[in-house]
Structures are given as C-alpha cells and as structure tokens.
C-alpha cells in the first residue's frame, strides 16, 4: 500500500524558510510538491524524478529546492524568501508507471505572515 506523510509546515514571516518532508512508503516512483490557497485550485509548485530531474513553478524558482533521498524514499522542499502568497496546504503526491500524481499525501499547513 503506497502511503505519503508530509511534515514541517508551520507559520514562517516573510523572508524565512522552511523545510518540508514527505516520506513515502509502498513504492518509489518520481514525486512533487503542490500547493492549495484558500479559494484557488492545487497547483503543482516542483517535481523530481528518480534520476533527479527537477522541475519548478515560475513562481517559486530561484526560491525553493526540492530534492529526494532514494534510500529513504522521501523527498523534501526547501522554501527560502518565503512569500505571503506562498500560504497554503502543501500535499506530497507520487506518480505511477505512467508518470500520473495518484497518490497524495494528507497535506501540511504553511502560513507565511507579512
């Protein structure tokens, strides 16, 4: 059974950092980071395959640094300079053998406070 459980989030001030986990467990495939505003739709913010590979949203890069540790099957986001409008849930999620997000973690609180 594929499971992800985030941890880390929390309230930050404008300009601080945080670091998400997630730890996943039951498979190990490519995985990203999204983001859920109040009132917006999830949007993904990075992703990371098993070869290392990544990929940011515009608005986090230069900002944020996902990486993975294959041997403990979790992956981490780092958040620096963080934003206002960074706030939100932020969810964990694995992809399956046909590169598709279908497993997701029960998400994490991040507030950033101006």
């Known amino acids: 059974q594929v499971r992800l459980v985030e941890s880390g989030g929390g309230l930050v001030q404008a300009g601080g950092s945080l670091r998400l986990s997630c730890a996943a467990s039951g498979r190990n495939y490519g995985k990203g980071w999204f983001r859920q505003a109040p009132g917006k739709e999830r949007e993904i913010v990075a992703g990371?395959?098993?070869?290392?590979?990544?990929y940011y949203a515009d608005s986090v890069k230069g900002r944020f640094t996902i990486s993975s540790d294959n041997v403990k099957n979790t992956v981490y986001l780092q958040m620096n300079s963080m934003k206002p409008e960074d706030t939100g849930v932020y969810y964990c999620?694995?992809?399956?053998?046909?590169?598709?997000?279908?497993?997701w973690g029960q998400g994490t609180q991040v507030t950033v406070s101006s």
């Open positions: 990371i395959t098993l070869s290392g590979s990544t």
């Open positions: 999620a694995e992809k399956n053998g046909a590169s598709l997000y279908d497993y």
